[in-house]
């Protein structure tokens, strides 16, 4: 026997057994390691090679999590499907899964995912409805496009790779890109940014726009690494633009800081000055996509600083005298939601645009509208299709009133991001409108076009019993227009379901009533004001019983600590009395809760107080103090996640200090 060649086949046979192992923890490891540094492009390539030989959820939420930080809607639906067939997944995977489907034009299946979020966790029960609402407002939106519109692919300008936020620049276009300036062969490993395997985003050129050629504006302005977007001065000899620090991964390893600059430099010859940190910049947070208003007095930016309203938030600050900016401040909750809102842009006559993820959209970022300055605004207008589309659209500016530029990833585009062109073409002087039919999108980019678009108002809404959550058929839900005094009757289907449509300029109120069973909870939906088409979502949790019944008191709140009766309780209260009054074989409860800061003996001490009262407030009224009995409650039936342990907001904790009445006798 040869003992070389076995001892030699043993060892091949251990190495082949033992390999695999250590190769797949090796290579989990590495691709952590990229994730965690946000190089997503490098970890996904890694990951779904792991996933291809050992499946799990923790990789496959990974895969999922990187397709949608590199922005590929296609592939995250699918990765998303793959993570939410796992029973562990969290349940965001479904909003996640959700946001996919709606960016990809698939409406009723993102509808119904946002539904199943809302059902997985009940704490963001309002917030999925509404999501799951705007789907048909995306899908009505993307049937219906402005024909007076006009889109064209600036395939000139435009790469393979990502080509967006463009602004005039003298005669020409400068615009920011990640695209291939050398050949892909030539660059260094160091030039490729591991987010999104591409080159770092440089600011280019256009110079003629009757030419193609298409240069960097500047060695100057263009460092190492990210640079732009930009806007310029109306003079042109000042330029204020996005820098984007390298991380430091000698302070920490596992999570570099992307840091997000403002810089500006000032024109010096046929070049740039060396570029300046402006003073609002700073190191926990990022600031970036400069927009100017017409005169230069006013710097916009997103940031997600601390203290916003969520994700991106757009601020403005005032030029100072001495040239740097003062006070920061947010512009506000017609402008900012809990989502990103970037890409800020002022026209010359001082019309405000910006890209939002937040506020009712199509699928992705989606262009907006308002008027106003600084901090005061007017509610935010969706400039729907064709402007807008299910992907992502954003970085508007304008050549001419009716004409100018935007970016979008849209489906027919030549690379990642392409910068589009769009026309609006004068409409011919209609007829008035009527009371069904308002401007659109048109008058919203800057015509004053007089072409008809009708607006759709309707009720989108569901009856359920309170305790058992099933839906409630054949139950009258009653309309009133508050305007006109005009009533209308519908009936809910066999799933609970019943609609309304509305007329624009209107005040409503929709209740909920069914033998055996009682409710005052009114839904207030409002036409006024609006301008562009809405669906209000409408849910009715009606309760039955015999003899009890509970209504809560909206507004019923008290201040920390305190048991005190404050005005606008008082206001409630006094439709209290108004139904005791009127209702005179009825007792009633009151029940008092608190939030659950402090000691559970204290607060269920605190909540009697409460309810004694509002009990002692009623008696004062005139109510027989027969008919009332108070029942503190405590902590212990929260109307959201702020249990002991939970940091939440004041606002949260104070919607926890209420009173509500339960009818414990009752003959109509």
Not at 194 to 203: D, I, V, Y
Not at 498 to 520: A, C, H, Q, T
Not at 557 to 580: C, E, G, H, T
Not at 634 to 655: A, P
Request: charged share 25%; with cysteine; glycine share 6%.
């Amino acid at each position: 026997m040869n003992f070389k060649k076995v001892a030699f086949a043993s060892a091949f046979f251990l190495l082949l057994y033992l390999l695999p192992g250590n190769i797949f923890s090796d290579n989990v490891k590495k691709a952590d390691t990229y994730y965690q540094k946000y190089d997503y492009k490098l970890a996904l390539d890694i990951y779904e090679k792991i996933y291809q030989k050992k499946p799990s959820v923790e990789i496959a939420q990974k895969i999922a999590n990187c397709y949608r930080f590199i922005n590929d809607s296609e592939n995250a639906e699918r990765a998303y499907a793959q993570v939410v067939s796992y029973p562990k997944a969290d349940a965001i995977n479904y909003k996640y899964y959700a946001d996919a489907l709606k960016q990809n034009g698939k409406f009723a299946q993102a509808k119904g995912n946002y539904e199943i979020y809302g059902q997985k966790l009940p704490s963001q029960k309002e917030e999925a409805a509404r999501l799951a609402n705007a789907c048909d407002v995306a899908k009505m939106w993307s049937e219906n496009p402005d024909i007076n519109v006009t889109l064209e692919n600036q395939a000139a300008l435009n790469s393979s790779n990502s080509d967006f936020s463009p602004v005039l620049y003298q005669n020409g276009i400068v615009f920011t890109s990640d695209r291939w300036f050398v050949k892909a062969k030539d660059a260094k490993r160091k030039d490729v940014f591991g987010w999104t395997g591409n080159p770092f985003l440089k600011l280019y050129i256009q110079a003629d726009l009757s030419k193609s050629d298409i240069t960097p504006l500047s060695t100057v302005l263009n460092a190492d690494y990210h640079n732009g977007p930009a806007v310029f001065s109306a003079d042109g000899n000042t330029v204020f633009f996005t820098r984007t620090e390298a991380p430091s991964e000698k302070k920490n390893k596992k999570l570099p800081v992307i840091s997000k600059k403002i810089y500006y430099a000032v024109k010096k010859g046929n070049d740039w000055d060396t570029p300046v940190s402006i003073n609002l910049n700073s190191v926990s947070y990022s600031i970036q996509h400069p927009a100017l208003s017409p005169d230069g007095s006013i710097l916009y930016f997103a940031s997600d600083m601390p203290n916003g309203f969520g994700g991106m938030d757009i601020y403005a600050a005032r030029k100072q005298s001495d040239g740097s900016w003062g006070k920061v401040t947010n512009c506000g909750p017609t402008i900012n939601t809990a989502e990103d809102e970037v890409f800020p842009t002022v026209r010359k006559d001082g019309r405000f645009y910006f890209a939002s993820k937040g506020h009712v959209g199509m699928g992705g970022l989606d262009i907006f509208t308002a008027t106003g300055s600084y901090d005061a605004f007017s509610i935010a207008e969706n400039l729907k299709t064709p402007i807008n589309s299910t992907k992502d659209d954003f970085g508007i500016v304008f050549k001419e009133d009716l004409k100018g530029y935007f970016a979008s990833n849209r489906k027919g585009g030549k690379g990642l991001d392409d910068i589009y062109s769009f026309s609006i073409a004068p409409a011919a002087p209609a007829e008035p409108l009527d009371a069904k039919t308002t401007t659109g999108t048109d008058s919203l980019l800057a015509s004053p076009n007089n072409a008809k678009i009708e607006l759709i108002f309707a009720v989108d809404g569901l009856v359920v019993d309170k305790i058992t959550k099933a839906p409630l058929p054949n139950t009258e839900i009653l309309l009133i227009n508050k305007t006109t005094g005009e009533r209308s009757k519908a009936i809910s289907d066999s799933e609970g379901k019943f609609s309304f449509s509305l007329l624009p300029e209107m005040d409503y109120v929709i209740n909920g009533n069914r033998e055996k069973f009682y409710s005052k909870q009114e839904g207030k939906v409002s036409t006024a004001g609006l301008k562009e088409s809405t669906i209000f979502n409408v849910r009715f949790e009606l309760e039955k019983g015999e003899d009890a019944y509970i209504v809560r008191l909206e507004n019923i709140y008290y201040d920390f600590n305190k048991w005190d009766i404050k005005p606008m309780a008082a206001k409630r209260l006094n439709k209290v009395v108004s139904f005791l009054n009127n209702v005179v074989a009825s007792k009633i409860q009151l029940r008092s809760h608190t939030d659950s800061r402090g000691k559970a003996v204290y607060n269920k001490w605190l909540s009697q107080k409460r309810a004694q009262s509002a009990v002692n407030y009623l008696v004062k009224r005139g109510v027989g103090s027969s008919r009332l009995s108070a029942v503190g409650l405590g902590e212990t039936e929260l109307l959201n996640r702020c249990s002991n342990g939970v940091k939440c907001s004041i606002q949260e904790h104070r919607l926890n200090r209420r009173t509500e009445f339960k009818i414990i006798r009752m003959q109509i």
